[in-house]
């Protein structure tokens, strides 16, 4: 599959790095506003001057857009336009409906529309979403997710935190991620409740949000993203049946099974390091783990194009638009102190 990239920033970047390890996948064309930057990726790849010239371009299969989200929906809908698929960074777009747009779109097209839900891919995370799948921690009843980060220490430029770029604040941000990892290991959540404060930053953004979703066959889930995380970067999710858990942690990688023969009876406790990452993310950064999940990911990306099933990790547009969704039924939520009813996704 042969990628063009619209925005050579810093997860353009990372995403470059990717496809150039990338089996199923290369990078043929890069556009940014930036010119030099684009050039700078771009080594093997032709520098499009404009968005029109590197979709319209034979070499072109795919549009990557990692541009800010305000861009995506006009990106990926000309994508599909052209016949082009798309792979669009996460947030999918500020609000629900730029989403939808974006999916009628492509539906109408006949391409694929992905969503950058590269944590999915993560090892630790395909423990707990086995765990949960196999059966191995009996029946699924609730999941705790949290992700946080330092907040605006951490951001470099102002638009990651601008309501009209972001639709929101941390759970648009890092929250999304843990948004559909939830969605991924428990299904979709038809009941929201929530709150987002306001008290750290002073944003019209959120700078901490807490969430309770319920699908709807029942199983519950707690979710708190946080841009006042003053340890650092960290995310975890925990899954609990009535027969054991799995959680896994980032960062550092790892992850923990506890299994049971019935609920309370004796445990076997199963815990799994990943030195391999902890010392390639010493030499080579934080980086190379996403490098990592994103060589997974297009793959994936490749094989649905051409109609597979690939691992069935990747994030579909669906599965990105019911993140914005979730996040912005929670600010509703937390605005008139009641429950919000999402629809079923048809
Ligand atoms: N998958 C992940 O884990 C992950 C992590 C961080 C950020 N992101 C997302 O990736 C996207 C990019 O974030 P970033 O951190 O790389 O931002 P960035 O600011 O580092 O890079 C954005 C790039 O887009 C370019 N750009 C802006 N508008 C453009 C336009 N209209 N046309 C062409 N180029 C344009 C800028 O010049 C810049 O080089 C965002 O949607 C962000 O939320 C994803």
Redesign the pocket.
């Known amino acids: 599959m042969k990628f063009g990239l ?9 995403r470059a790095s990717a496809l150039e390890r990338s089996k199923s996948c290369s990078l043929t064309a890069v ?4 010119e030099a ?2 050039r700078s990726l771009a080594s093997s790849a032709t520098f499009h001057p404009t ?1 029109e010239a590197l979709i319209e371009s034979p070499d072109v299969e795919a549009v990557l ?8 929906e ?2 990926a809908v000309a994508a599909a336009k052209a016949g082009k698929h798309a792979l ?4 999918m777009a500020a609000t629900p409906d730029a989403c939808e747009r974006m999916i009628k779109a492509a539906k109408a097209a006949g391409t694929l529309l992905t969503v ?4 999915r891919y993560f090892p630790a995370l395909k423990v707990v979403r086995d765990a949960v799948m196999s059966g191995d921690i009996g029946r699924l009843s609730h999941v705790r997710a949290y992700a946080g980060h330092g907040g605006l220490g951490e951001f ?2 102002p ?2 935190y601008d309501h009209a770029v ?1 639709g929101g604040g941390a759970l648009m ?2 929250g ?2 843990i948004v559909d990892l939830v969605r991924y290991i428990v299904g979709d959540p038809t009941e929201v409740f929530g709150q987002a404060l306001h008290r750290v930053w002073g944003l019209d953004v959120e700078d901490e949000a807490m969430a309770l979703l319920k699908s709807e066959d029942g199983v519950a889930a707690s979710i708190e993203a946080s841009w006042d995380e003053w340890k650092g970067y960290r995310f975890h999710i925990e899954a609990y049946g009535d027969r054991g858990m799995a959680k896994a942690y980032y960062a550092p990688m790892f992850a923990t099974v506890i299994r049971m023969d019935k609920p309370g009876g004796s445990k076997s406790v199963e815990r799994k390091f990943y030195p391999e990452s902890i010392i390639r993310e010493k030499i080579r950064g934080w980086q190379s783990t ?1 490098i990592q999940a ?1 060589v997974e990911e297009f793959d994936d990306f490749a094989a649905a194009a051409a109609g597979q099933q690939g691992s069935g990790r990747i994030a579909m547009g669906a599965d990105g638009m019911r993140a914005v969704q979730i996040a912005h039924a929670v600010y509703d939520s937390s605005r008139t102190g009641s429950q919000v009813k999402l629809a079923p996704l048809p």
Request: charge should be negative; charged fraction near 15%.
């Open positions: 619209i925005g050579a920033g810093a997860i353009g970047a990372i556009h940014d506003l930036d930057r684009a968005v857009i990692s541009t800010p989200p305000q861009f995506h006009a990106l669009v960074e996460k947030p950058g839900y590269n944590q470099k430029a638009w990651m972001m941000d890092n999304t991620h996403v994103f």
